[in-house]
Nanobody, 123 residues
Framework: QVQLVESGGGLVQAGGSLSLSCVASGRTISSYTMGWFRQAPGKEREFVAAISWSGTYTWYGDSVKGRFTISRDNSQNTIFLQMNSLEPGDTAVYYC????????????????WGQGTQVTVSS
């Protein structure tokens, strides 16, 4: 089993930046593709970004391309999401996820989830 704990969320003004972290415990995540999703009130969980086990490959949702960067440090069992040029539309609970067994763009593919961290962007 893998436990995931997100941190770094908060309130920021539009145009600002936040950096999220996700620390894993229970087992190493060095062999897992990892992802970030987000869910706003009344909306479905949305793919944000994913990163391959080595960090060589990254994928992004269209709405965050060019603004968000996913990275990982396998020695720390941690992944990160650097969010720049934040917009009110980025307001959501952000979730860390691990080990997709199907398309990495679908939340249903992932076996492990964190509890989420709230990001609120004010206009």
């Amino acid at each position: 089993q893998v436990q995931l704990v997100e941190s770094g969320g908060g309130l920021v003004q539009a145009g600002g930046s936040l950096s999220l972290s996700c620390v894993a415990s229970g087992r190493t995540i060095s062999s897992y593709t990892m992802g970030w999703f987000r869910q706003a009130p009344g909306k479905e969980r949305e793919f944000v970004a994913a990163i391959s086990w080595s960090g060589t490959y990254t994928w992004y949702g269209d709405s965050v391309k060019g603004r968000f960067t996913i990275s990982r440090d396998n020695s720390q069992n941690t992944i990160f999401l650097q969010m720049n040029s934040l917009e009110p539309g980025d307001t959501a609970v952000y979730y860390c996820s691990a080990d997709p067994r199907g398309t990495l763009y679908s939340s249903q593919s992932y076996n492990y989830w964190g509890q989420g961290t709230q990001v609120t962007v004010s206009s």
